[in-house]
């Protein structure tokens, strides 16, 4: 079993840039790919952002060129660059295994706010 642990969220304003963080436990991360995925209030979770095992990236249309996805192989950590953050962006960030195989972590929280 995979647990993840999610931070880095916070209270930004519109146009601002947080970086989030997500560390896995165990010794397997270097061979999953893995996927950022949010959830706002009233809505379900959506995929945002994904990295294959090799570093290949896939974004969601509405993060593309904003967002950025990365690991480190070595220390268990995938990231998220955020930048240009919309109050829409508003929401708890999660990660886990590509198709959100384990079990899910509390995530984070990101709200986008003047």
């Known amino acids: 079993q995979v647990q993840f642990v999610e931070s880095g969220g916070g209270l930004v304003q519109p146009g601002g840039s947080l970086r989030l963080s997500c560390l896995a436990s165990?010794?397997?991360?270097?061979?999953?790919?893995m996927s950022w995925y949010r959830q706002a209030p009233g809505k379900e979770r959506e995929l945002v952002a994904s990295?294959?095992?090799?570093?290949?990236?896939k974004y969601v249309d509405f993060v593309k060129g904003r967002f950025t996805i990365s690991r480190d192989n070595a220390k268990n950590t995938v990231y998220l660059q955020m930048n240009s953050l919309k109050p829409e962006d508003t929401a708890v960030y999660y990660c886990?295994?590509?198709?959100?195989?384990?079990?899910w972590g509390q995530g984070t929280q990101v709200t986008v706010s003047s």
């Open positions: 990295i294959s095992r090799g570093g290949n990236t």
């Open positions: 165990g010794n397997i991360f270097s061979w999953l790919a």
């Open positions: 886990n295994e590509e198709s959100g195989l384990y079990h």
